[in-house]
């Protein structure tokens, strides 16, 4: 089952990422990204169909926690780094602007 | 011009798993706590944090997965489904995207007043991932910020994704409320709505039989409905919607992309919100922070073990070892385990499946409704409700006072005799009502004449009178006595 040959978009790509790219950057990034897709894409040569997906070595691990609660940061320390905050919350640039109701 | 249009209903549910911890940290899901005081580093997506599975939240999954038939996925593993937003501290979202817990299971509706009864709905998977934070908008909307609070961020839900099998708004609302039912059976989830413990998204479109083949209208996925009510009727609302705008437009479901609209409860309607990103956007790829986790056939034995009665089980009991009408088995287990464990503790005692049935149901139910308690709390225990009900049955309380015995036993939380006694009800021994009778037939002379006529109905004139002579006259043992002492023609 080969990974459909639909190309990447640098612009469109950048945009989800939320990376801002010059227009002259745009070439440039999108033939890195090409070319990075077309080495990993040299896996698609072997004949793979008989092999399950690989997820991780350490299967068998299972490692989990029991649902007992640990204590939680002190608010002020949670919010220390916080461009902005009224003491209790975070406080970020209004989501719906005023225009937007 | 007239189409057929069937509606096609599929449903994504968010239920907020019952566990005390968040899905990969230690912090508290309790509802309702001081904004940002249950966060650490792994919920704040502070760089470095490792999260760790919570083995809970897996078992919870999994015994949901088993309650809806699904098939438990082996080999498990988390995703991460990227997109930015201020509540999402990690700009991903850990989620399960290729291998979800649980896949291919169903559910049948069960609905004995509708025909939609016994129709089964495919549940196309549940996977487990984590919640979002709260933002709290600008009330004002004066442009002021958005406020952020992560207590809610990281814990643990499970989306169940249904088929697009339903039908109708009334069939979303009977597949909802059998999926309650299981998930408070289970004690998977406390389910209550306006916590956000249930959440529900609905994807609706019409298929449309027209003279150029079927068709169908682009789908439109419904956001903000919080009951089951609103689901309804934003189902309906959407299709009638969708009916008018086909016919304005004729736009159908590949020449326009997918769309989100709020429903607003108070107009009635709903509203567009947004087109649909594409899926593909969120870029899922394996969380390289955690690993695959592996659930074998003896861990799926063990939950499954623990799986009692589920409601459908329950209802077919409730009809074949207690003789209840499908109705009645419907009602008491709509109310949940508990109210149907007390139904049977009483019934096995009473012997008359019936009789218990009716007095829950007109009764019990209509005070509990009214004082807003819950039968956990409820004020005659089954024992005393027992003891009431052979009261009836023995004719050692007559029918005619029954109901406000109960109403005195239930305020008063206190036995059958001592609510008959508050209330003064004595039964009369043979003598008494002898005495009484003979008296009742001796003042009303021309009552007698009139029944010995042939006006049988005037008998109930000598029954309340001789009620009003004494209340504590049962009107079956006067009825009877006075046919025994009316002279024969
Ligand atoms: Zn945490």
């Known amino acids: 089952m080969g990974r459909s040959k639909k ?32 080495f990993v894409g040299r896996i698609e040569q072997l004949d793979l169909d008989s092999v399950e997906p690989f997820f991780g070595i350490a299967i068998d691990a299972n490692p989990m926690r029991t649902d007992r609660q640990e204590t939680s940061c002190d608010r002020t320390d949670t919010l220390r780094n916080a461009p902005q905050t009224d003491g209790e919350s975070f406080l970020v640039p209004p989501v719906f602007g005023k225009q937007e109701s | 011009m007239s189409v057929k249009a069937t509606i096609i209903v599929g449903l994504e549910v968010h239920v907020q798993l019952a566990t005390e911890t968040k899905l990969f940290c230690g912090c508290a899901t309790a509802f309702g706590a001081s904004p940002n005081t249950q966060t650490c580093p792994v919920c704040i997506g502070a760089p470095g944090a490792l999260p760790v599975l919570n083995r809970k939240a897996l078992k919870l999954a999994i015994k949901t997965g088993l309650a809806l038939n699904c098939e438990i996925e082996p080999n498990t593993h988390w995703d991460r489904k990227n997109y930015f937003y201020p509540d999402l501290p990690k700009g991903y979202q850990i989620s399960q995207f290729d291998r979800p817990i649980c896949r291919k299971g169903y559910l049948d509706l069960i609905d004995p007043q509708s025909v939609s009864s016994g129709r089964r709905v495919n549940i196309e998977r549940a996977h487990l991932e984590e919640d979002a934070g709260k933002s709290s908008h600008d009330e004002t909307m004066q442009g002021g910020p958005t406020k952020i609070d992560f207590n809610r961020a990281g814990t643990p839900l499970l989306e169940i994704v249904t088929q697009p099998d339903l039908r109708s708004g009334h069939e979303a609302k009977t597949f909802l409320n059998e999926l309650k039912l299981i ?12 916590e956000g413990s249930l959440r529900v998204d609905a994807n609706v479109n019409l298929s449309l039989a027209t003279q150029e083949g079927n068709q169908a209208t682009p789908i439109v996925e419904i956001k903000n409905l919080n009951s089951f009510r609103s689901v309804e009727r934003a189902i309906e609302f959407e299709a009638e919607r969708q009916l008018q705008q086909w016919n304005k437009d004729g736009m159908t ?10 429903w607003d409860d108070s107009k009635g309607h709903t509203v567009l919100q947004r087109i649909k990103e594409d899926s593909a956007d969120y870029r899922y790829f394996p969380d390289p922070d955690l690993v695959v986790i592996r659930t074998t056939q003896a861990d799926i034995e063990s939950i499954q073990a623990e799986i009692k009665s589920l409601p459908a089980e329950r209802r077919q009991i409730l009809m074949s070892r207690y003789l209840l009408p499908a109705y009645d088995a419907d009602v008491l287990v709509n ?68 109901k406000d015995v109960f109403e005195q036993m239930m305020s008063d939380s206190v036995s059958v005799e001592q609510a008959m006694k508050s209330l003064g009800i004595e039964n009369l021994d043979s003598e008494e009502l002898t005495a009484i009778c003979q008296r009742v037939l001796d003042e009303n002379p021309e009552i007698i004449a009139q029944i010995l006529k042939g006006n049988t109905k005037a008998i109930g004139n000598l029954i309340g009178k001789t009620k009003s002579l004494n209340k504590n006259v049962s009107p079956s043992q006067a009825r009877e006595q006075i046919l025994k002492m009316l002279p024969k023609h």
């Open chain 1, 7 to 38: 190309k990447i978009s640098a612009e469109h790509t950048s945009r989800l990422a939320r990376i801002e790219l010059p227009p002259s950057q745009i070439p440039v990034v999108q033939s890195e990204l090409e070319s990075l897709l077309d």
């Open chain 2, 183 to 194: 998930l408070s059976s289970l004690k998977v989830s406390d389910c209550n709505m306006q």
């Open chain 2, 253 to 262: 479901i590949d020449q326009a992309p997918k769309q989100t609209r709020g």
């Open chain 2, 335 to 402: 109310q949940g385990d508990t109210f149907v464990d007390f139904f049977e503790t009483v019934a096995d005692q009473v012997k008359d499946g019936k009789l218990v049935s009716n007095w829950l149901q007109q009764e019990l139910l209509r005070h509990l409704n009214a004082t807003q308690t819950d039968i956990q709390a409820c004020p005659v225990n089954a024992n005393q409700f027992v003891d009431f009900l052979t009261h009836i049955q023995t004719n050692q309380l007559d029918s005619s006072r029954a």
